[in-house]
């Protein structure tokens, strides 16, 4: 990576870092949230799934300043972060929250129309079989899902790589802090000479998304063909 | 072992109201579809939970409603056995066969593993995924995977039903030898006469979500009230022995000091098997029959008439090796003066009683 300026290549790193750790720490739950949505009666069901899948229909600014207005120094959720130490506003971690919040509809979907596909008779006959609700889903539903959550988890990472409005309206652009792949492109857009390295990274974008598109396949076609039962 | 089952159970307009209790053996829940026998069993499984009703095996309640008892269904220790296998797609034969065994907090009795997997006829499949196994073999593994758990009663809901002939004369067998061989009461759904007449050892017979009759197979079957299945498919179930085997091809039989002539039956002499006659394919006379191809002929007194649908009626003639049922038209029964109490000779084909309907005890 050596051609590539010494910003741009902090750019990328981070990118890398935020999204990876947007996407693991979310996944747990987009698997909880998805199976509440899909297999589980309860009040409030309508206004669960309207608050996972706000953050893709609100602009990207909104929902950033939202989180401003809530994780900040002196939000009602940042304050106390910010006592304990781990204050997330212009911090690596408030761009994976942004990246995780705008990611999670889409890892939600994928997970929730796989959790759909499984076939409910299977877990009825686990259940006859001795198996817990738990143990049903620990030993049925979750393998026959992984494909949908790998596919989940890809979507997810690729939003977060991708993410600018919420994040730049929460954490800012601080090089080295902040500063992703989409706020550097968009900084160097804006100092006279910088297009060349803008150029550069919208080149390692297209590769990062590119290799992300391949392995999912990869690994999504040897899933799919495990849980088909051949 | 036995199963006590009491259930009230309304969805939109069909009400369940049955109860029955099912001892040692293999209980079959006869009827058409729409009969409620796969509310029965979802119920006893703990698929369903009833509005009403109280379900226990061996005296341990599963579910009362009055006592507000419900034991969820991992907590029942059946083994069901569902029509289309069930199995999990993403672990091998040897996965699906083991699942129970993991939640039974027992250890491996590989002795029992290997028996079944030996009766069952399926040593060459556990490496395979289920996705490459044909209907028959997908039905043998389902039976082994309930088995395996260990259950003490197994609950199988029509498991031949998405099989061809062929596969369910292959498959059934492995319900006598579970019958016979091992001590596991079984009960089973089913609306197959030829079924029933050869696994079960009591019948209920279920109609509109009531029980129109419940008792020993063979009282059950030569009953000519009990025909939920339709007269068409009526027929009486005979307990006979195996006399000798003649190189024509033909087997003899002994019903009650009566020969009876059958397709060749691959058991030996002395075995005892069940027929089932098909009402359809006898035909009465009241002369011992003269210059007739049909080899088979029962003498016996007519116990009932019965009014069918249509043209036909059923005649129920005990004989010396049991009931036999005769549907003919009515007009031929008026012609020949047919009472209660007359005799008669049931005239029977060799070949009209098909393989499937010769089975064992």
Redesign the interface.
């Known amino acids: 990576m050596g051609w590539l300026p010494p910003e741009a290549q902090q750019a990328l790193l981070l990118s890398l870092k935020v999204s990876f750790w947007a996407t693991l720490a979310s996944l747990p739950l987009g698997v909880l949230a998805a199976h509440a949505l899909a297999r589980w009666r309860f009040p409030g069901r309508g206004f669960l799934n309207g608050l996972v899948h706000l953050p893709l229909i609100l602009p990207p600014v909104v929902t950033g300043y939202l989180l401003l207005l809530g994780f900040g120094p002196q939000g009602p959720f940042g304050a106390p972060l910010e006592a304990l130490g781990i204050g997330v506003a212009f911090r690596w971690t408030g761009a994976a929250l942004a990246a995780a919040i705008m990611a999670f509809p889409l890892m939600v979907r994928a997970i929730r129309l796989s959790i759909e596909a499984v076939d409910p008779r299977l877990e009825q006959a686990a259940g006859t079989l001795g198996a817990s609700r738990p143990w049903v889903f620990a030993t049925v539903t979750l393998p026959l899902i992984l494909p949908g959550i790998l596919t989940g988890a890809i979507l997810a990472f690729a939003k977060a790589m991708g993410e600018f409005g919420a994040t730049i309206t929460f954490v800012s652009n601080i090089p080295g802090q902040t500063q992703t792949l989409p706020t550097a492109i968009y900084a160097f857009l804006q100092v006279p000479g910088g297009e060349a390295a803008a150029l550069m990274l919208v080149g390692v974008s297209v590769a990062v998304a590119m290799t992300a598109l391949a392995l999912s396949e990869l690994l999504g076609g040897w899933l799919a063909r495990r849980v088909a039962g051949r | 072992m036995s199963l006590d089952v009491t259930l009230g159970h309304r969805l939109g307009a069909f009400a369940l109201e049955a109860a029955f209790v099912a001892p040692p053996g293999v209980t079959v829940l006869f009827g058409r579809s729409g009969s409620g026998k796969t509310s029965v069993v979802d119920a006893v499984?703990?698929?369903l939970r009833p509005q009403r009703g109280r379900i226990a095996v061996d005296g341990e309640v599963l579910c009362d409603t009055d006592r507000g008892i419900w034991t969820?269904?991992?907590?029942?220790?059946?083994?069901?056995v569902?029509q289309?296998g069930?199995?999990?797609?993403?672990l091998t034969v040897r996965g699906n066969l083991d699942?129970?065994r993991?939640?039974?907090g027992r250890g491996r009795d590989r002795a029992l593993e290997a028996r079944i997997v030996e009766m069952l006829g399926i040593g060459a499949l556990l490496d395979r995924?289920?996705?490459?196994l044909s209907g028959g073999e997908r039905a043998r593994v389902g039976i082994g995977?309930?088995l395996l758990?260990r259950p003490r009663l197994i609950v199988a809901d029509e498991p031949l039903a998405a099989l061809d002939q062929s596969r369910k004369a292959e498959i059934m067998p492995y319900f006598e030898r579970l019958r016979d061989e091992v001590a596991v009461p079984i009960l089973y759904v089913s609306h197959d006469a030829a079924e029933v007449a050869r696994l079960a050892t009591t019948v209920v017979a279920l109609e509109g979500g009531r029980v129109l009759a419940a008792g020993p197979a063979a009282e059950i079957l030569a009953d000519p009230n009990v025909v939920p299945a339709g007269i068409r498919a009526a027929g009486a179930v005979l307990e006979v022995r195996v006399a000798r085997h003649h190189p024509d091809g033909l087997s003899e039989l002994d019903a009650g000091g009566v020969a009876l002539f059958v397709p060749r039956v691959e058991r030996p002499a002395g075995a005892t098997i069940r027929v089932r006659i098909p009402a359809q394919e006898v035909i009465l006379s009241l002369e011992p029959p003269r210059g007739l191809s049909a080899v088979n002929v029962l003498p016996g007194r007519i116990e009932a008439i019965r009014a069918g649908e249509g043209p036909g009626v059923l005649v129920s003639l005990a004989t010396p090796g049991g009931t036999v049922l005769a549907r003919i038209t009515r007009r031929s029964a008026e012609r020949m003066g047919l009472a209660v109490g007359g005799s008669a000779h049931a005239v029977v084909k060799s070949v009209a009683i098909a393989r499937e309907d010769l089975g064992g005890r």
């Open positions: 499984a703990g698929l969820p269904p991992h907590r029942r220790r059946l083994g069901v569902f289309d069930r199995l999990f797609p993403h699942y129970g993991r939640f039974s995924r289920p996705g490459g995977r309930a758990a």
